[in-house]
């Protein structure tokens, strides 16, 4: 399909980039079962708040080949409990790489292997994080501010969220003497 | 081929991007068949003046579907006769996106297809330009300080820089009474 050239603006500090075609916000409700203290959840959420804990942009592309889509995530910070506010996280349906921006704040980008194997890197302004293909990735604000990054892949990567909901992240990333630590995820379902 | 995430880290202060595996300088005297005012660059270059127009770092990924290469290129300000200093410019030679993110200093990108067809859009900081398959494209620092910008495309993409070397682009981009101005290149070949 054949489209023309156009621009985006990042707004940082009305923390939206337009023109998109989709922008969601994702509340605490809908991540219940991605957190590891399920009974921090649901305190907050009987008392009433169901926080918007990410949204994200999105300008899609054709799904074609050599086409790619862009956008940009907006992390609020917080905890459930322990852990740091983040991400569903997925993986790519195809053979797919994703790159990160950092814009503003700070984080840690959570990467994995369908197997579990687990790699961690650090997000800021001007950090770029490469996330090849086959690794999972979620991102996780570990600061006090709003975490935005600039994201992108190839249109046709398609989505898997399935298997993060079935089986988790084998490690996730909590606040521990007010820094974030990394530890193995007590939910982590392994393959076998 | 199978790689491991890792990170990179864009310096605008130092004018880097690193690591990277590949540093590339553009002298003035490998652009002088791209500007219009030829007479100038050879008095420029005649009076040992070789300046550099513009360098990019490139971290190169598998040349394989689905992953992506990433870098940073910067344009010094500065003018040959009237026309602002700006990049070689390519086609792809495969249908291949390529994403451009503006990080410092301001300009022009300029698109066209291979019958002329040419669009132009400005790119600032927090600005996207989104550059289709099939649109040839080149980026004009048009202010007063160093153009810095991140950009992206498929690593398969492939580039064709002799079609710009012999046809040229169909439009330039002069400085006139201290603005900007896009006007019909009178060295541009078309097709027929």
């Not at 603006?9 to 590891?36: E, G, H, N, W």
């Not at 996780?140 to 993060?164: C, R, W």
Request: hydrophobic share 35%; net charge positive; aromatic share 10%.
């Amino acid at each position: 399909m054949s489209i023309n050239p156009y621009s985006l603006t990042i707004d940082l500090k009305a923390c939206i980039m337009k023109p998109f075609k989709k922008r969601t916000q994702v509340r605490l409700s809908s991540l219940r079962d991605y957190f590891m203290d399920r009974k921090a959840v649901d305190d907050m959420l009987s008392s009433g708040k169901d926080l918007i804990i990410y949204e994200y942009f999105e300008y899609s592309n054709p799904e074609s080949e050599g086409h790619v889509n862009i956008g940009v995530t907006i992390i609020n910070p917080g905890r459930i409990g322990k852990e740091y506010y983040m991400t569903r996280g997925h993986y790519h349906e195809k053979s797919a790489a994703e790159v990160y921006l950092g814009l503003s704040g700070e984080g840690i980008i959570l990467m994995q292997l369908k197997d579990g194997e687990a790699q961690a890197l650090k997000i800021m302004p001007g950090k770029i994080i490469y996330v090849p293909p086959h690794w999972g990735h979620r991102a996780i604000n570990t600061g006090n501010e709003k975490m935005i990054f600039f994201y992108m892949y190839p249109s046709n990567a398609g989505h898997d969220y399935q298997l993060v909901k079935e089986k988790g992240f084998s490690k996730i990333v909590i606040e521990e003497n007010g820094l974030p630590k990394i530890i193995d995820n007590p939910r982590y379902k392994s393959r076998n």
